[in-house]
C-alpha cells in the first residue's frame, strides 16, 4: 500500500480529522482543561443528554464486536484489519491509563467541591483512569477502518462523524476531559490505518474471500 495513494484515496476523512485534531490541539493549548470542560459542560440540554448518553454506547466492546463479525461476511481481509485494531488500540490506551498514567482524575473527581457538573441522569461517573479515553479510541479504531475501506467519501465523513459523537459524548457526559478523547481518537486512528496498511500488503487471494449466508 503506496503512502502517496493512501492519502489520495482518503482526502475526506483525513482532512476533516486534522482539522479537527488542530481545533482540540488549539483550545488545549490555549486554555487549562478546567476551563475548556466547564464552557462544554454549560452547553447541553435535554435532547443532548438522550443523544449523547445513548452516543457513547458506540465506543463499547458489545457494538464493536458485531461489526467486526458482519466484516467477516464481506471480505476477511476488512475483518482482519477490524478485529486486529479493536483489540491493538485498547490494549495500547489501558497501558497508558493504568501504567503510565494511572493517577489521571475523572472531572467527577476533578472538580469535586469546586464546580457543579451538570450530570445526565443514569448515567454512572467514573472516578479515576481518565487519560486516554477507551470508548473513544474504541469508536476511532473500528470507524476509521470502515471509513478506510470504503470508497464512498460520503461514507467516510459518515463513519468520522459517527466517531466524533462518540468522543464528544465523553465530554459531554463529564466521562472524560477534552485532551482525553483527543488522544485517545489519535490512538484509535493511527492503530486503525497501521491496520489496514499491513493486511492490504497481502495478496493472499483467501482474505479477499468471505463466509456465505446461505439461503433456502
Known amino acids: 500500500m503506496k503512502r502517496n495513494s493512501l492519502i489520495k484515496d482518503n482526502y475526506w476523512l483525513f482532512i476533516p480529522y486534522s482539522l479537527m485534531l488542530v481545533l482540540s490541539a488549539v ?3 490555549t486554555y487549562s482543561k478546567a476551563d475548556i ?3 462544554m459542560n454549560q452547553h447541553h440540554s435535554p435532547f443532548a443528554d438522550f443523544s449523547f448518553k445513548y452516543a457513547s454506547y458506540m465506543g463499547e466492546g458489545w457494538v464493536l464486536a458485531p461489526i467486526c463479525v458482519i466484516l467477516l461476511f464481506v471480505r476477511f481481509r476488512y475483518a482482519l484489519m477490524a478485529i486486529g485494531s479493536t483489540i491493538l488500540a485498547p490494549l495500547f490506551t489501558q497501558f ?3 501504567v503510565v498514567w494511572p493517577d489521571s482524575p475523572r ?3 476533578f472538580f469535586e467541591n469546586l464546580y457543579e457538573l451538570h ?3 443514569g448515567v ?3 472516578s479515576a483512569h481518565s487519560f486516554p479515553s477507551g470508548h473513544t479510541t474504541g469508536a476511532f479504531a473500528i470507524f476509521m477502518v470502515l471509513a478506510l475501506i470504503i470508497k464512498n467519501p460520503f461514507w467516510k465523513i459518515f463513519f468520522l462523524v459517527l466517531a466524533s459523537m462518540t468522543a464528544y459524548s465523553r465530554v459531554y457526559l463529564s466521562q472524560h476531559f477534552l485532551i482525553d478523547v ?5 490512538v484509535g486512528s493511527l492503530t486503525a490505518v497501521l491496520c489496514y496498511c499491513w493486511m492490504m500488503r497481502y ?3 483467501w482474505l479477499d474471500k468471505s463466509f456465505k449466508i446461505c439461503v433456502k
Open 27 to 29: 483550545f488545549i493549548l
Open 37 to 39: 470542560h466547564i464552557w
Open 96 to 98: 497508558f491509563k493504568r
Open 107 to 109: 472531572p467527577k473527581v
Open 119 to 121: 450530570v445526565v441522569e
Open 124 to 126: 454512572h461517573l467514573h
Open 182 to 186: 483527543s488522544v485517545g481518537s489519535l
Open 203 to 205: 495478496s493472499k487471494t
